[in-house]
Antibody
Framework: QEQLQESGPGLVKPSETLSLTCTVS?????????WGWIRQPPGKGLEWIAT???????YPNPSLNSRLSISIDTSKNQFSLTLSSVTAADSALYYC??????????????WGQGTMVTVSS | QAGLTQPPSVSKGLRQTATLTCTGN????????AAWLQQHQGHPPKLLSY???NRPSGISERFSASRSGNTASLTITGLLPEDEADYYC???????????FGGGTKLTVL
């Protein structure tokens, strides 16, 4: 059974860069699925951040694209997210998830447990 | 950014049937299909349905989804205490080029 696990610092200072990694276990990250990041501010709904394929193709949320970088390391079975110039509005539970496709009728079908990131000085 | 519209809360009795709705537009729900996710407090979302009415392996037949025009629906029959959770719909928006989510519906089982 494929599993995803997020990791990264829980506290980031305003204006600095948030960096998170998702480790995939149970199968190869190059297995044809797409890998995404979704966040959820405390007590609020879900917001899609970006999706990446093992080939390196990226699909960012246009509203975050100017601050966003997403990468994949197939040798480590990991993919990563960096978000620059963070503010308190970026405080959220960050999930990594798997999807059969980058768009269309499919959905994120396996989710990590999530990691909480707080932006505060 | 624009998202999908869900009622904030629904309350139903034990063993009753609950129908949750999700309204979008022609750029998302109507033409791209919708998925439904269940989230219990303190846990990650869990996929219940995708491509309008396909259930992943292990999901109870008590959960069924449908779509009519711009509105997707999730019907839960024979409500159990463990069905009390937040339910989110999601869809790809071909105009925004983003995945969009509803604001979530909190289902209370009385």
């Amino acid at each position: 059974q494929e599993q995803l696990q997020e990791s990264g610092p829980g506290l980031v200072k305003p204006s600095e860069t948030l960096s998170l990694t998702c480790t995939v276990s149970g199968s190869s990250i190059s297995n044809g699925y797409y890998w995404g990041w979704i966040r959820q501010p405390p007590g609020k709904g879900l917001e899609w951040i970006a999706t990446i394929y093992y080939s390196g193709n990226t699909y960012p949320n246009p509203s975050l694209n100017s601050r966003l970088s997403i990468s994949i390391d197939t040798s480590k079975n990991q993919f990563s997210l960096t978000l620059s110039s963070v503010t308190a509005a970026d405080s959220a539970l960050y999930y990594c998830a798997r999807a059969p496709n980058w768009a269309g009728e499919d959905a994120f079908d396996i989710w990590g447990q999530g990691t909480m990131v707080t932006v505060s000085s | 950014q624009a998202g999908l519209t869900q009622p904030p809360s629904v309350s139903k009795g034990l063993r009753q049937t609950a129908t949750l709705t999700c309204t979008g537009n022609s750029n998302n729900v109507a033409n791209q299909g919708a998925a439904w996710l269940q989230q219990h407090q303190g846990h990650p979302p869990k996929l219940l349905s995708y491509r309008n009415n396909n259930r992943p392996s292990g999901i109870s037949e008590r959960f069924s989804a449908s779509r009519s025009g711009n509105t997707a629906s999730l019907t839960i029959t024979g409500l159990l205490p463990e069905d009390e959770a937040d339910y989110y719909c999601s869809a790809w928006d071909s105009s925004l080029s983003t995945w969009v989510f509803g604001g979530g519906t909190k289902l209370t089982v009385l």
